[in-house]
């Protein structure tokens, strides 16, 4: 592997990071003149950003590199700048005081947590935080939404060159659609429509009763699927008609944005239904929804409405499929089943080129579609079939793909569980937590955010031990880059000329 175009690479991506750092200063002094937290985060932002320059500029213009990048250096960039930006990205959250950040590892974790999309937070008071670290919070998630190597390959001209390597290793789904025939164009186009739709749900939240700060950073957080909220209640704290614009747009954000893109260029909404994966989405979104409405309205103990009970139901699904991980209703009160559902959710996701985490949407519908097809060739042996996706037909190649991403994804989620089992302290009535351990793994391998018992809806990750944290945040990283990205660097042959 070429280390020094791997480093060259990454000093170009922190100087970006340095100048974005900038960027929560106007909030800090706009709320130091004028709120009276009076936001002291100004010099924290300053000298992240010197740090960052700093370092970034001297990887880049002292490290010479020659040749040309190849598969290996994209995934040893992709996977170390998420790393290297969770660590600078960590600093204000050292440099200011935020309750229940106590120690660089708490640091660490919220800030992979942000460029993750993954939403799970050890801050325990939000409406005490300045804003200009709430904003930056929202930030991170918004720029790791897309991907910040999608990012660079969009603005910044000396990462053309293996550019295709860098857009494999790090856009997530089966297969990567290229919107032209030049890399960086292809990336331009994507945070074009994702801006574009971040824009609209900004002026929507501001519609519908938020103030302009909080509509921003929602809309930002939203479209990242992301989940982290500037409330302790999350988007419980909101009325109806901002819970309904957030469903909305959680819902869009679980898309594949390529279909937003023909569906905007074409003006032919018809282009979202001739994609099968989509069809299947809105299917299990729509059955998810109704079965957890009938459960809870059956469940005489849960207050509400025959509406707010289906409007919860509906900001629930939605919210963990699209893994935003935002809550309005503290949903372990829930019955049994709806739970299993819900669990079901973030272990899936949404859609490939979507922002969202987890399986994805179109590998459950390979996989379903698979073993029908060996049933059926069980049945007539003779039969010559082939699976078909949106009428064009799968190559062997992608569904090997699949199957052994899917046996792969439950693996590391075991293994996962296991470590989180040996290092959570003991359940109330003895034996391990099993059901925070396994939840845990589950909804920060698939970026969703909240998760079940002590680290459920209504809670944070601060009782967390440190060991788990960690676990948490690899979990964060493998399950946002789509394991194989990082799984290839602990094979010694990658290392080797």
Known sequence: MNVRLTLRVL???MMFLGVMLV?????SLWYRRQDALHDGALWAFVA????TLLIGAALYRLVRS????THREGFAVVTFGWIVYAMFGSLPYLLVDVPGIVTPTDAFFEAMSGFSTTGASVITALETVPKSVLFWRSLTQWLGGMGIIVLGLAILPFLGVGGMQLFEAEVPGPSKDRLSPRIQDTARVLWGVYALITVAQILCLWASGMDLFESLCHAMTTLATGGFSTRDASLAAYGTATQVVVIVFMFLAGMNFALHYYALTRR????YWSSEEFRFYVAIMAGAVLVITLLIASDSGIPGSLLAKLRDAAFQAVSLASSTGYVTADFETWPGLAQCILISLMLMCACAGSTSGGIKVIRILLVLKYSVLQISHLIHPREVRVLKLDHRPVSREVIQGVLSFVALYMGVLLMGTFLMASVLPPAPHGGADLLTAFTSVITTMGN???AMGVAGPSETYASIPMAGKLV?????LVGRLELFTVLVMFFPSFWKK
């Open 11 to 13: 000093g170009g991506l």
């Open 23 to 27: 960027t929560p200063i106007p909030f």
């Open 48 to 51: 992240s950003s010197v740090v």
């Open 66 to 69: 020659q040749g040309d990048m």
């Open 268 to 271: 032919n909404l018809r282009q």
């Open 448 to 450: 969703v955010g909240p």
């Open 472 to 476: 948490l945040t690899v979990c964060m």
